[in-house]
């Protein structure tokens, strides 16, 4: 008891504190971080983090190496940022930027020192997987310009929503728009062609990816959709369904904006679907609608927002008829309390889902969530029991997933997350043959989402070189090179 209140005392006398939590450090801890913190920023360190704000990007010395165009510098710039040496004492090493970027130490050293990287394609990658955000590149991306402006999607939103939709809005001058003949042809009702034209893009995304299909839908929705909505005047019950239809057209703008990592316009293309959801009363879009940004916090590690956003969906979900929507809600949730440090709650929840699916009606009345199949379900559950560590469990279900049947978007995320079970199950072999199958089922798919996870599942193959992974390996880096 004298020994254990003496090290107390001699704390307490140090005085130094953990650089991450601020809590006391122990007095033979020589570091700046106590042992959480350190475990913490060793898994912190296994991909780039996504969520840097302005304050992060926008220092003198960054500012510098941009205005320089040689992609080394902001690389050796990002490395040397005082948030590294505040949280960890050190800069990054070149090793860790190595890992992340497919290089090795000395080829870093080479970008950081030598002449400017002249290939524009590596230095896009460079930048798409540091998460560099793009106006302050000296380049553009294919599709893409830092000068000009994106399409007044939001603005045209914003003002059909507030004007309503009645065939005055055209006359007043509100959105002059060519009519409902010339647009879309005699055949069919503007609600069903909205509907027909989600569908349509809908499918272009689950082929070729957000890249591809989000450029098409904003054209869509601000040349045509928008206008026609504004112009359209039939029947109280058919704008109704209008504007409805845009809001799925709008939510799918969302998804291919997440797709592309495009975080603040996905953020922005979800809360407009969200106010058509309200505004119509229809609590089975709300709740699909807070699903998607459930799943965008997910992926930027925001798990507070996550578990509050899964919480206001699941209330929405109270108040529409029961569909697969609900068990998908409660796998995020699951995801977000087991991040949180909340296991046994997430395992309740987890465990109960196991055979909840089943029971629900797979009667779709909410066309967009039609992705929540039993092979998505089931892929779901996988993920959570890996969150919870249960890796067998989870590589049962991810198996039974991949089985299913699905769209080739899907077969793609399936085969990604079981090769990554199967590394954290020590299967080298098997992961790196899954990682082939899966640069072969994505091939033609433009997605920056995908590229990220072929990237983290490339570093995990890189720790256990065999001469099937080095096969990987190739392949993967071949894949992420097209993906830009």
């Known amino acids: 008891m004298a020994g254990r209140a003496g090290r107390a005392k001699e704390r307490a006398v140090d005085g130094r504190r953990c650089a991450g939590c601020s809590s006391l450090l122990a007095a033979d801890n020589t570091g700046r971080l106590c042992w959480h913190c350190h475990h913490d920023q060793q ?46 004492g050190r ?42 955000p793009r106006e302050m590149l000296w380049f553009d991306f294919p599709g893409e310009s830092r000068v000009r402006a994106r399409i007044s999607v939001p603005t045209a939103v914003d003002l059909v929503l507030s004007a309503g939709i009645s065939s005055r809005s055209n006359r007043n001058g509100l959105l002059a728009a060519p009519s409902l003949d010339s647009l879309l042809g005699e055949s069919s009702s503007s609600p069903q062609q909205l509907i027909n034209a989600r569908s349509h893009f809908e499918r272009m995304y689950r082929s070729s990816g957000g890249l591809v299909a989000g450029a098409r839908v904003e054209q869509f929705l601000a040349r045509q959709a928008l206008p026609l909505l504004a112009s359209f005047g ?48 229809d609590y089975g879009f709300k709740a699909y609608v807070l699903a998607l940004m459930v799943n965008q916090a997910l992926a930027l590690e925001n798990y507070k927002a996550a578990q509050t956003l899964a919480e206001a969906a699941l209330d929405a979900c109270s108040k529409a008829p029961p569909t697969a929507l609900l068990v998908d809600l409660q796998v995020m949730r699951a995801k977000a309390l087991a991040s949180l440090g909340n ?52 590589q049962r279900y991810a198996e039974l997933s991949l089985s299913s049947e699905g769209h080739p978007r899907g077969k793609v995320n399936k085969l990604a997350s079981l090769a990554t079970l199967e590394v954290a199950r020590g299967e080298i072999e098997r992961a790196s043959l899954l990682a082939c199958e899966m640069v072969d089922s994505a091939q033609g798919m433009e997605s920056r989402r995908l590229n990220s996870r072929f990237v983290r599942l490339r570093n995990e193959l890189a720790n256990s070189p065999t001469s099937v992974s080095r096969d990987a390996l190739d392949r993967i880096d071949s894949a992420v090179r097209l993906i830009l």
Not at 109 to 126: F, M, Q, T, V
Not at 347 to 355: A, D, M, R, Y
């Open 91 to 132: 800069a990054l090493s070149q090793d860790v930027l190595a890992r992340w970027l497919g290089l090795n130490q000395g080829q870093i050293s080479k970008l950081e020192n030598g002449n400017p990287e002249e290939n524009i394609e590596a230095c896009r990658r460079y930048a798409d997987i540091l998460h560099i």
């Open 234 to 281: 039939g029947s109280e019950a058919d704008q109704a369904r209008s504007q409805r239809a845009v809001g799925g057209l709008i939510a799918l703008a969302g998804i291919c904006a997440y797709d592309s990592e495009d975080w603040t316009a996905a953020e922005g293309h979800f809360k407009r679907a969200l106010m058509v959801a309200q505004r119509s009363h």
């Open 343 to 394: 296991k046994a709650d997430a395992k309740l929840i987890v465990v109960g889902l196991e055979s909840e699916f089943n029971k629900l009606s797979k009667d779709q009345s909410l066309a967009e969530a039609s992705y929540v199949q039993e092979g998505h379900i089931l892929a779901q559950l996988s993920e959570a029991l890996s969150y919870l560590g249960d890796l067998d469990e989870a």
């Open 43 to 88: 898994d912190q360190l296994a991909t780039p983090p996504v969520n840097l704000g302005d304050d992060f990007w926008r220092t003198d010395a960054f500012i510098a190496a941009f205005e320089s165009q040689h992609i080394g510098r902001v690389i050796k710039v990002y490395r040397n940022h005082p948030r590294h040496l505040q949280l960890r």
